[in-house]
């Protein structure tokens, strides 16, 4: 029996080519029991002219199913849903009452943690002013894929295969050791850096081994909202400490504090720089508390109008600095990679504490992203991306003036977003709302502050992924929509 080409459409929010939405279209039909074992497929020109996609398109998809043994080819009768083809389960799945009572059986709650900041779909608005998202148009996409391709090959297959069990990658550790450190004034032994899935990844692993119930936190307020919530998970004691223009006041910490995490390069979320006589004067407050620091580097490659300060950690003489890197800001998100570093026994606890939850990031992703760092295709990327920040800066400076917005964030080192105050009368959660209708998107700023009784009126206009002809018309709403809200 024929399957009707009717039954057959493709989901407008797949990922992917035409050729591979194709493909999860037929095999998530044959997997759901919809397409059964034997059942004719419409023939290829039939089914390119239902969908309005090439003939040549369709032929590839059926051909790599066929290849996975989905579907078969019966010369010139057509494609036929292959008898060897996985099918639903044959026994009825029965209906199930959910009679635990989570409220009692939940030994540690997580979820409740500060709302996202950006929505998933952020990419279809016009005026994308969102924080820390990849441009397509930037990224180099032919190298990445070369590089991945490589990182296939039969000369890395046990970079691919193997079980690093609580290792890493040895030419991603000797590219971070020998050239992206000493980039920060940082010099490392391997076995002092440990490969971690992103910064986030990185700061959990660092408040996993080094705090307590009983031990303080001290984090800057404003500060990058999950790490607040991962420390609250942790259980520690949170003393939130107030920033000025240059980031982390070292006057302000309390008297006793066991981990101090700071920005000091790119205070999240106001940008500001710290200065190296502060830093000096931070590294010294902390020797008198016998305090460590946890330094987030995250944003230092995009200090496109001046020269990035050292990092903190350069400075540290008696190694109570441990150091947050990440490739996933500078590459892309999704990308999930970034590293610690710091004194050999923190990292051999990080180490084991990361080896019992995910053993080590997948070798594939590793390999690719020392061979696009080892054969110069970063540092060209990070040129480009720089260039194309400070136009998009300068843009949104000029435009943000003229429509006579205030900024309260500090931009003169680079960076890729603006820290802004809206009047006390604006709640941005209340102006997002209406500026998403106009397909313009800003990010309120009140989850970035710790306490109860946090102000409404502050918001982060990024524009790491927005255009700048756009900039102009966007701030444009912007400044409208609060000029018209009370």
């Not at 039954?7 to 279209?25: C, E, F, K, N, Y």
């Not at 460590?292 to 995009?302: F, G, P, R």
């Not at 540290?316 to 999930?336: A, E, H, M, Q």
């Not at 053993?359 to 690719?368: C, F, K, N, S, W």
């Amino acid at each position: 029996m024929a399957v009707p080409v009717e039954a057959l459409s493709l989901d407008p929010h797949a990922q992917g080519t035409l050729q591979v939405r194709i493909q999860q279209m037929i095999a998530q039909g044959i997997l759901a029991g919809r397409l059964a074992q034997g059942e004719k497929l419409p023939s290829t020109r039939r089914l390119a002219t239902h969908l309005g996609v090439s003939r040549i398109t369709v032929t590839l998809a059926y051909t790599e199913l066929v290849a996975g043994d989905y579907l078969t080819s019966r010369g010139r009768s057509g494609y036929f849903v292959s008898q060897n083809a996985p099918g639903p389960p044959d026994f009825p799945l029965p209906e199930r009452q959910d009679a635990v009572d989570w409220n009692r059986a939940l030994g540690t709650r997580f979820a409740a943690r500060a709302e996202a900041l950006k929505p998933m779909d952020w990419a279809r608005y016009k005026y994308p002013f969102v924080y820390g998202q990849a441009d397509a148009t930037l990224f180099d996409h032919a190298n990445w894929r070369l590089c991945a391709l490589r990182a296939l090959g039969a000369r890395d297959f046990n970079a691919l295969t193997s079980d690093y069990y609580d290792q890493d990658d040895p030419e991603l550790i000797a590219f971070i050791a020998r050239h992206t450190l000493p980039r920060r004034g940082i010099h490392a032994k391997p076995e002092e850096i440990l490969v971690t899935m992103g910064a986030q990844n990185a700061l959990w692993l660092a408040a996993q081994v080094l705090l307590t119930r009983r031990r303080v936190a001290a984090i800057e307020d404003p500060c990058y909202p999950a790490l607040r919530d991962m420390l609250l998970q942790a259980r520690c004691q949170l003393a939130p400490v107030s920033v000025d223009q240059h980031g982390l006041q070292p006057d302000a910490l309390p008297d006793r504090a066991d981990v101090i995490f700071a920005t000091p390069s790119h205070h999240s979320p106001t940008s500001a720089t710290m200065p190296i006589d502060r830093r000096e004067t931070l590294l010294d407050r902390a020797r008198e508390m016998n305090a460590l620091i946890v330094e987030d580097d995250y944003d230092y490659e995009m200090s496109f109008q001046n020269s990035a300060h050292p990092a903190l950690k350069s400075l540290d003489r008696d190694g109570r600095v441990i150091y947050v890197g990440s490739f996933s800001k500078s590459l892309f998100p999704g990308l999930r990679l970034g590293y610690l570093v710091g004194s050999e026994p923190f990292i051999r606890e990080a180490r084991a504490r990361r080896t019992s939850v995910l053993r080590h990031p997948p070798g594939h992703i590793q390999r690719t992203t020392a061979y696009f760092l080892g054969l110069g295709h970063y540092d060209a990327l990070m040129r480009r991306q720089a260039r194309a920040l400070h136009e998009r800066c300068t843009a949104m400076g000029a435009a943000i003036a003229e429509a006579g917005l205030e900024v309260v964030g500090q931009t003169g080192s680079g960076g890729s977003s603006f820290w802004m105050r809206a009047p006390d009368r604006i709640d941005t959660r209340q102006l997002a709302d209406r500026l998403r209708a106009q397909s313009v998107l800003i990010e309120p700023g009140h989850s970035f502050f710790s306490g109860e009784d946090v102000p409404r009126n502050y918001y982060r206009l990024g524009y790491s992924s927005i255009p700048t002809a756009r900039i102009p018309a966007g701030i444009a709403l912007i400044a409208r929509a609060i000029t018209g809200s009370g």
